[in-house]
Nanobody
């Protein structure tokens, strides 16, 4: 089974940028979609961004124009470029692979945005 490992989280000041990476141990080519989700303390996990196998993307309204999701099938890696970060972006960010019959989650990476 494919495993997902996120990296790139950390502490950043408001207005700064981070790039998250999600490296898969196997092919993501056949995944229907790859996504980034986040969970802030005391809140439910929510979709941040999603990219389909065909390259179509969708974003949460709160991150549109600030975040960009991309995928490199050759490297089996998905990225989330986060710009103009806000304190409310603070959360654990999880990578997700949706194969239709199966969903796989990574362990998450913590992003903390200080004001």
């Amino acid at each position: 089974q494919v495993q997902l490992v996120e990296s790139g989280g950390g502490l950043v000041q408001a207005g700064g940028s981070l790039r998250l990476s999600c490296a898969a141990s196997g092919s993501i080519f056949r995944a229907n979609a790859m996504g980034w989700y986040r969970q802030a303390p005391g809140k439910q996990r929510e979709l941040v961004a999603r990219i389909s196998s065909g390259g179509s993307t969708n974003y949460a309204d709160s991150v549109k124009s600030r975040f960009t999701i991309s995928r490199d099938n050759a490297k089996n890696t998905v990225y989330l470029q986060m710009n103009s970060l806000k304190p409310e972006d603070t959360a654990v960010y999880y990578c997700n692979a949706d194969y239709g019959y199966l969903e796989i989650w990574g362990q998450g990476t913590l992003v903390t945005v200080s004001s």
